[in-house]
């Protein structure tokens, strides 16, 4: 899609004295069918919030409440500050479910005899109050003046939200101009949260008479889930496989279909605002016996006309096609033998023969595209609800479904319609394809999507577009919804579901039809097993995957002791193409934060393609092959088997992995991310290189024996956000935990190489001749780390109070480089929290400096160690006054690794010097290797230890850890 | 990959590995001999160069470090005909035995005149603390410090006037 997106960088407008604003919802609320049942606010207690800033605003309406300050953060923490109380919702009322009977139907009689194989079938369909949060994070901003309100969002159903915005703020609809990327696509299929953030904006700018911008997020997920459905569609009929469809049973439970802003909704101002009653007059095209169809009259306040008939059809036309399902039939001669209507017949034939109806889908089995095909079919009354002159539709679409990632994309579109103007079938599949099947996730849309917020933008400084030069005001405000007929499009929700039953067996009765849920769906249901309900007596595509997916459920489950696993059949190698350049690319983020590089390339050798030695206490193991290379790496590897290996530890062949490969943390990765990392590397160049044969002593070269050791040490369960913690926190611990793996390294491991937890987390550990530090309270750290040190360090490559990042961490440094800043600042605050940090050096960190700088003086007794000091280090490790580039800029008296207890890294650096190819500009000092002696070195850092670590204990046998660390591998 | 590297006022366009160190650039592929090669752990001093004015040891920097920096070489130094005050110095002191430390002592003391244009004797011994000279000469190259400084200021005289 080429349209332009509110992103995180900018504001779409930046009105004189904007302010942001936050909501604060109650903790419970939900829709019940008829109403909003919620937590009453009885108090509020702002007085926290005036030691914050005395520019925070507090805004009550009913229930409603936000908090507006001048920035974002501000008001986020204003929010947090703020003390409520709530009431709690009458008990009573949240197990009521309430489903007013219908007043009025359409019944046609006609009184038949019923035959004995008569099979009575049933089924729900659903409606959701929103159909998700949004497409992506961004901006939604309010301006009022007199004689408008203007408001900047992404909405779907512009006509709802006006009407919702003029009951919020009491302004006439003609006053309210609806601004956004997205109206050409505006199809009133169905709500998303734009609505409610720009209700929430309303609310909070007309209270505080100032412009005010909210930002829209997956955390709007809350209203989306407390929302639920908006309607629920029962249908049964009756079927015979040898007589047409009889009893055909149509209702609606809820009168609206349609749910308003959730602000609108708290404030109150939603009630005894009444539309009066209406009567809905459904129509079904087809011609059974018996026919009952019921939705209701009466208050039908906000509720749009044509939203009954979208949701009518679609129910309609996805049950329709499950009958024929089950009664073995096509799905176009079951419509054609019901419709009296002879235009009707011939549009859905012409139809079916220009989509070349009932020829095979080409499709390749062994392809993770699943292809599919449906049929739906719509008679909508014209303007006088007459249906003889009413415009005729019928839809055939094609879907590929991507069996790993489950995106669905609508391939072809053919749409007939017998009347009326013209049928853009271009523009209605990319709007069918936004609407209902979304995009390609960002790498930042984790979970449920959710990306991070922007960094608190300045208020007063005008860095985004002011008003006079961002697109006019729409002046035909009805434009903005005259893309299509909104009812005329109730066939597609239903055509794409038909469709995706066709690809893969899975009936979907609730749109939308997003990556996540189809994922969800796919890997729920397993061959032989009702999905859902659904009569499986069908073609089962998806069969092939499905087993694999189904055996990974299994492997995650109790049965993990078990020692041999099954090989995952190899697969041909995905097609480059098979991905999207988007996915590929959140791939190659993904690929940084776990840093695979770093272990699977060898010094000088191709990226990826295995090879590097780990020395470890059971012996030396050497990383493998990741590139797609067929033979000797990972080409071969279906996604299954992919995931497999990530989450379990488990090679494609079935044999078990050792955990120097840090499956136990990738385990926490999310799928989302884990498919855009096979796809990433399944598009690189591939590499022939044969893997080395690891040189273990016995026991530890039986594979067999890790899987007790993982169901003894190996927790597969994805990593959840921990709702206490913040938005920062959650998405650091993510991936810390996760991706990062930083406790592979930073954590001591057990006598049979499990990372230790607890108090050990993260407490620090050795590792290939180096020590990764305690990241925890251990930190040996002699000025205390902050969360600011921790960011510049690895952001960077240096701290001033710390050091240098080298060793096996310049490569760390160097991949998260690609990451963008907010991740890398949430990992610096996850390890901050591990370590109780402050969040910048304290004014104590800058005395301690000076102090340990002032107690630097020469040890006695070391003389030979001074020497060697003078000849060798300080040339540019002693501040003779004068500057030099070549000096390091900071004293060894800060160095964590002289503080350390554990003389490695110093042993390390002295033999192999620091070089800043991994990180430009953190300096680079020579190797002694060549030039010392093993008594030399340890002669040098028992004389470095006593002078700049003079509080500690002296390092004891040096000259024998020398040794070990010279030893090559 | 290609770096960019600006010696005594020229730019140069250079295909050779980031680690690749100043020094044999410096030698090897621009052919400046003026600075030498010692001890190669940058302990001695006979590499030195200026980079952006500040003495730095060319054996012990990677090409990569200096790129887009301003270097000086020994052989960058006299404007034309006209050595450099610290150049001048050294000759009129007769402060060179084998020589082969000289470039490392003239860079430093450029280097320390550059920071401090009167250095005291403490600040002087402590600039060249660091340069290695195997033959003895410390005195007059001592010497030869202490007479830059009155060059030097002389110079700057000049051309201020």
Same mark, same amino acid.
């Given at each position: 899609m080429g349209e332009p997106v509110l992103g995180a960088e900018a504001l779409p407008v930046h009105p004189t004295g904007l302010v942001f604003g936050v909501v604060v919802r109650p903790p419970h609320y939900r829709w019940d069918g008829l109403s909003l049942v919620n937590d009453r606010l009885i108090a509020v207690d702002d007085k926290a919030l005036a030691a914050l800033d005395d520019t925070l605003q507090v805004v009550i309406e009913g229930d409603f409440v936000g908090v507006v300050a001048k920035s974002l953060t501000l008001a986020r923490q204003g929010a947090e500050r703020l003390a409520l109380r709530w009431e709690p919702a009458l008990a009573s009322d949240s197990t009521r479910t309430v489903e007013p009977a219908p007043q009025q139907s359409v019944v046609r009689q006609h009184v038949s005899q019923e035959p004995v194989s008569r099979k009575h079938v049933s089924q729900e369909y659903g409606w959701p109050s929103r159909l998700r949060w949004g497409e992506a994070p961004g901006w939604v901003v309010v301006e009022q003046s007199d004689a408008t309100l203007r408001v900047w969002t992404h909405t779907a159903t512009p006509e709802a939200l006006r009407l919702d915005l003029s009951r919020a703020t009491g302004r006439a609809p003609g006053e309210i101009l609806i601004e956004g990327p997205e109206h050409h696509l505006a199809t009133g299929l169905g709500r998303h949260c734009g609505d409610d953030a720009a209700v929430d904006a309303a609310l909070m700018a007309k209270a505080v008479g100032r412009p005010v911008a909210v930002w829209l997020d997956a955390g709007y997920m809350g209203d989306v889930q407390a929302l639920g459905q908006a309607q629920r569609m029962t249908l049964a009929a009756s079927v015979d496989p040898h007589a047409p469809i009889t009893g055909y049973r149509y209702r609606q439970a809820?009168?609206?279909g349609d749910v308003a802003a959730v602000g609108l909704l708290l404030s109150g101002r939603a009630a005894g605002d009444e539309g009066g009653a209406c009567a809905v007059a459904l129509h079904s095209p087809y011609t059974f016996d018996e026919t009952r169809l019921s939705a209701h009259t009466g208050v039908r306040d906000g509720a749009r006309e044509e939203l009954a008939e979208i949701q009518e059809t679609f129910a309609r036309e996805a049950f329709l096609d499950e009958l024929a399902r089950a009664r073995g039939d096509d799905a176009l001669t079951l419509r054609v033998s019901h419709l009296e209507d002879d235009r009707g017949r011939e549009l859905l034939e012409n139809v079916a023969r220009r989509a070349e109806w009932g020829t095979a889908l080409k499709g390749d089995s062994a392809s993770e595209l699943a292809r599919g095909r449906g049929l739906a079919y719509a008679q909508l009354p014209d303007r006088h609800d007459r249906m003889e002159s009413g415009v005729r539709s019928a839809w055939i679409a094609e879907v590929d479904v991507n069996? %790993? @990632?489950g995106e669905v994309r609508l391939t072809r579109l053919v749409v007939g319609q017998d009347s009326g103007a013209e049928v853009d079938t271009a523009r209605l599949q990319s709007s069918l394809q936004t609407r209902l099947l979304g995009r390609a996730p960002a790498f930042d849309e984790w979970g449920d999507g959710g990306g991070p917020p922007p960094a608190a933008l300045p208020a007063t400084t005008g860095t985004a577009l002011n008003s006079e030069t961002s697109a006019p005001p729409s002046k035909d405000s009805a434009r903005v919804s005259s893309g299509f007929d909104e009812a005329a499009l109730a066939p597609g929700v239903a055509v794409i579901a038909n469709a995706l039953f066709d690809a893969t067996g899975v009936r979907f009765r609730e749109p939308p039809f997003t990556a996540t849920r189809v994922r969800r769906a796919l890997a729920q249901a397993v061959p032989g097993q009702k999905a859902g309900g659904t009569p499986t007596s069908v073609t089962f595509k998806g069969r092939r995957w499905l087993a694999a997916a189904a055996l990974t459920t299994v492997a995650g489950s109790a049965v993990m002791a078990w020692p041999w696993k099954g090989a995952i059949a190899p697969i041909a190698r995905?097609?480059?193409? /098979?991905?999207?350049a988007e996915t590929i690319e959140r791939g190659r983020l993904v690929a940084a934060a776990g840093d695979c590089a770093a272990c699977h390339t060898v010094a000088g050798g191709a990226t990826n393609a295995g090879g590097h030695a780990f020395d470890t206490p059971f012996g030396t193991l050497y990383s493998t092959n990741i590139t797609p290379d067929e033979a000797t790496g %990972? !080409?071969?590897?279906s996604y299954a088997a992919f995931e497999r290996a990530m989450r379990q530890g488990i090679g494609r062949d079935g044999r078990h992995l050792y955990p120097a490969f840090p499956y136990t943390a990738f385990a926490k990765t999310s799928d989302a991310d884990l498919q855009a990392l096979y796809a990433y590397l399944m598009a690189q160049p591939s590499v022939s290189a044969p893997p080395r044969d690891n040189a273990l002593s016995f026991p530890f070269n039986q594979r067999a024996l890790m899987a007790p050791w993982n169901a003894l040490f190996h927790d597969p369960t994805p990593f959840s956000p921990d709702p206490a913690q913040s938005e920062l926190y959650n998405r650091g611990a993510y991936l810390a935990e996760? /991706? !990062?793996?930083?406790?592979?390294?930073?954590s001591p491991r057990n006598a049979l190489g499990a990372e230790q937890g607890g108090e050990r987390y993260l407490a620090g550990a050795l590792v290939d001749g180096w020590e990764a530090p305690a990241l925890n309270t251990l930190s040996r750290a002699p000025v205390p780390w902050s969360e600011g040190a921790l960011f510049d360090y690895l952001r960077t490559g240096r701290a001033d109070l710390h050091g240098v990042a080298s060793g096996p961490m310049a490569p760390v440094v160097a991949g998260l480089a690609e990451l963008p800043e907010y991740d890398v600042r949430a990992i610096a605050h996850y390890v901050a929290r591990q370590m109780d940090a402050p969040v910048v050096d304290a004014p104590a960190s800058a005395a301690a400096s000076e102090r340990l700088l002032a107690a630097e003086t020469g040890p006695v007794g070391q003389e030979a160690g001074e020497r060697l000091f003078e000849g060798a280090c300080a040339a540019c490790h002693v501040d003779n006054g004068v500057p030099g580039f070549t000096k390091a800029s900071m004293s060894l008296a800060l160095n964590t690794n002289l503080h350390s207890d554990h003389p490695d890294n110093v042993i390390q650096s002295i033999l192999g010097g620091v070089h800043?190819?991994?990180?430009?500009? @953190?300096g680079s000092m020579p190797g002694f290797a060549d030039s010392f002696s093993n008594t030399q070195v340890a002669t040098l850092a028992a004389y470095l230890r006593a002078r700049f670590a003079p509080e500690a204990d002296p390092w004891q046998q040096l000259e024998q850890r020398v040794a070990e660390i010279r030893r090559p591998h | 990959m290609t770096l960019t590297l600006k010696v005594n006022g020229q730019e140069h366009s250079l295909h050779v590995p980031r680690e690749t160190s100043l020094l044999a650039v410096l030698r090897n592929d621009l052919a400046l001999n003026g600075p030498k090669y010692g001890c190669g752990l940058g302990e001695c001093g006979a590499c030195s160069v200026l980079v952006d004015g500040i003495a730095a040891r060319a054996c012990v920097l990677s090409v990569a470090a200096v790129n887009g920096r301003e270097v000086t070489t020994l052989d960058g130094l006299a404007q034309g005909d006209r050595l450099d005050p610290v150049q001048q110095a050294f000759i009129d002191a007769q402060a060179a035995q084998c020589g082969y430390c000289l470039n490392g002592m003239i860079l430093s003391v450029r280097s320390l005149l550059n920071h401090t244009p009167v250095p005291s004797e403490a600040q002087i011994i402590a600039a060249l603390d660091h340069n290695l000279c195997r033959c003895g000469t410390h005195l007059e190259i001592l010497d030869a410090a202490r007479r830059a400084i009155d060059l030097d200021a002389a110079q700057r005289g000049d051309l201020d006037g």
């Open positions: 809820f009168p609206r069996r %790993i @990632t995905p097609a480059a193409t /098979l991905y999207s %990972i !080409g071969r590897w996760g /991706l !990062g793996h930083c406790s592979a390294c930073h800043d190819s991994a990180v430009p500009g @953190t | -």
